[in-house]
């Protein structure tokens, strides 16, 4: 709690804040040469989301940027290196949503495109809708031109270690998933997701959320992340993106929850994020998890209640933060 | 707008008050004989709303078994009667809340039960998720004892009308579904849902959405009505169910908005409602529908943007109202 970052608000400019999941590994499996690992993922993903903005680009072309870095990476529970469902293959979800127009797109169930968020983003570009699922969102893909992928591309032996990590807990009646005693395997499982919230140049405030949901998962679950209002909200007053348990992001429709604070309750950013993330959710011991948010004069937030959270920031001068406890 | 329902705030103690959608018929096609079937319809499902509470039933009991009755009504968009997709299937979508505990359950893209409410209740009652799609959630009612239905079950003559002549609009370029000239067709299209909120003499606020989804709908659309915060809120304030244009009641997060105005700035449901649905909602012109709602004071809101809205409500003493237009 020494760590003024936690205490006073940061003020980026034009920038990007980006998380990669609550789901941290416990201290004695993140050795430096893993941290380190993470640590660079998330900086390639701050740098390429600067580069995006510095160079032109909008707001929505960063945050696209940004969360694809992670995508590519295994070390995250997305894209490549998703968590695996009760049968084995990757069910992807992801969401986006531009803070003026309240333009939206999202995709849930998804098994076969590299990068989900491009495909959210074609959602909100060149459809009707808002929300797209299962083989009728792979269907717009290939409409988008967007390539379909094998199982193959997508599998890492580490997820299909979890698999049946989780498998086994389930077997032995351990997994409890909807009670107040969840350990931290069960974070893990559930918790890993990738965001980020750019603000560009001209004022534009966007988020955006990508997940390859919670190991084990079953009957078609669909979390928080692309939910619009649960996982993803970008609004009058800042843009979030979530990531936690996420039956209680939707519960409690944490990302337009803060909007609606900001904007009901005249708070800033900072308190909505607190009253949200240490308050509402904490009170329900289970709903743990994160955010990171910003606003629209770059003020940027990272908070969680969890032991951590893969997190960072780049401000408008290319200064990089990234942390994961 | 003499109608004093409309001027005050109506009060029903426990209660129920429901919603068949926005998608009225125009006059000339609303025969004597039509509108009659509409409003019997509407007393039914109330009177068995009613019932379920008086007898000693939760508000969860009253909203389930309200809302059977339409879905069971081939009047309806949803259950029997539901919309056809543009492969020529039901998709239907389903959702309930708890207000005091937020609890909730949700599925969305199901095409074979009978009841998408019941399945919703499952979710809610039966499964440490809130939202499951498609096949996942169809398995999981087998699971719960719910028996599958084939296509034919569901069809009706009026529905693949309607999908024909929308298919025929879509060939001459005429459906222009994310654009502020809507024609009647489209709102009808689109606009079919069918909710309940109900308050029990123990306090509890439920409210719930089942639709059969918008007519020739592609590539696995998800609309608001299964999305928590967006088609169905009950929170610490009020419950709402929602019915119109979905993509804009997930961008606006129609229900959550209405319960987070009462809670944050104080104001009573009827400016709650009237803000969102008259105000926010009117301001996109596309943002078309309506909403019912009730808070822990037993007091209801019918508010909607639209032609017509088919609705009632019941009061602690039987007494029934019902309303088209």
Same mark, same amino acid.
């Given at each position: 709690?020494?760590? @003024?970052?936690?205490?006073?608000?940061?003020?980026?400019?034009? =920038?990007?804040?980006?998380?990669?999941?609550?789901?941290?590994? @416990?201290?004695?499996?993140?050795?430096?040469?893993?941290?380190?690992?993470?640590? +660079?993922?998330?900086?390639?993903?701050? /740098?390429?989301?600067?580069?995006?903005?510095?160079?032109?680009?909008? &707001?929505? !072309?960063? $945050?696209?940027? &940004?969360?694809?870095?992670?995508?590519?990476? @295994?070390?995250?529970?997305?894209?490549?290196?998703?968590?695996?469902? /009760?049968?084995?293959?990757?069910?992807?979800?992801?969401?986006?949503?531009?803070?003026?127009?309240?333009?939206? =797109?999202?995709?849930?169930?998804?098994?076969?495109?590299?990068?989900?968020?491009?495909?959210?983003?074609?959602?909100?570009?060149?459809?009707?809708?808002?929300?797209?699922?299962?083989?009728?969102?792979?269907?717009?893909?290939?409409?988008?031109?967007?390539?379909?992928?094998? @199982? !193959?591309?997508?599998?890492?032996?580490?997820?299909? +270690? !979890?698999?049946?990590?989780?498998?086994?807990?389930?077997?032995?009646?351990? &997994?409890?998933?909807?009670?107040?005693?969840? =350990?931290?395997?069960?974070?893990? +499982?559930?918790?890993?997701?990738?965001?980020? $919230?750019?603000?560009?140049?001209?004022?534009?405030?966007?988020?955006?959320?990508?997940?390859?949901? /919670?190991?084990?998962?079953?009957?078609?679950?669909?979390?928080? /992340?692309?939910?619009?209002?649960?996982?993803?909200?970008?609004?009058?007053?800042?843009?979030?993106?979530?990531?936690?348990?996420?039956?209680?992001?939707?519960?409690?429709?944490?990302?337009?929850?803060?909007?609606?604070?900001? &904007?009901?309750?005249?708070?800033?950013?900072?308190?909505?994020?607190?009253?949200?993330?240490?308050?509402?959710?904490?009170?329900?011991?289970?709903?743990?998890?994160?955010? $990171?948010?910003?606003?629209?004069?770059?003020?940027?937030?990272?908070?969680?209640?969890?032991?951590?959270?893969?997190?960072?920031?780049? +401000?408008?001068?290319?200064?990089?933060?990234?942390?994961?406890?």
């Amino acid at each position: 709690m020494a760590d @003024p970052e936690k205490v006073h608000a940061v003020r980026v400019g034009w =920038g990007l804040v980006i998380h990669g999941g609550v789901g941290v590994l @416990p201290p004695e499996q993140l050795t430096p040469a893993v941290d380190g690992a993470y640590r +660079d993922a998330l900086t390639e993903s701050l /740098s390429r989301g600067f580069e995006t903005l510095s160079g032109g680009g909008s &707001a929505t !072309d960063g $945050v696209v940027e &940004a969360i694809k870095v992670m995508e590519d990476s @295994p070390l995250f529970n997305v894209g490549r290196g998703s968590n695996l469902t /009760s049968d084995g293959l990757v069910s992807m979800d992801a969401s986006i949503m531009e803070g003026g127009t309240l333009s939206a =797109g999202a995709v849930a169930g998804v098994r076969d495109v590299r990068h989900p968020i491009r495909l959210a983003r074609h959602v909100m570009d060149d459809c009707p809708h808002v929300l797209l699922a299962g083989e009728g969102a792979e269907a717009f893909a290939r409409e988008m031109g967007m390539a379909s992928h094998e @199982p !193959d591309f997508f599998f890492t032996q580490r997820r299909w +270690d !979890d698999l049946q990590a989780a498998k086994a807990r389930e077997a032995q009646g351990e &997994a409890k998933p909807n009670t107040v005693d969840a =350990g931290d395997e069960e974070i893990r +499982d559930r918790a890993g997701t990738v965001g980020a $919230v750019a603000l560009d140049r001209e004022g534009l405030l966007v988020a955006g959320t990508s997940t390859g949901g /919670s190991a084990n998962k079953k009957w078609g679950r669909i979390g928080d /992340s692309p939910i619009v209002a649960a996982g993803t909200y970008a609004g009058s007053h800042c843009g979030v993106s979530c990531t936690g348990w996420g039956e209680y992001f939707i519960r409690h429709a944490v990302a337009h929850d803060i909007q609606a604070r900001m &904007a009901y309750l005249g708070v800033t950013l900072k308190e909505a994020t607190e009253q949200v993330v240490l308050g509402t959710l904490e009170d329900h011991r289970a709903g743990l998890g994160g955010v $990171v948010a910003m606003d629209r004069q770059g003020y940027v937030e990272m908070c969680f209640n969890t032991r951590g959270m893969y997190r960072g920031w780049v +401000d408008e001068v290319g200064r990089v933060r990234v942390a994961i406890f």
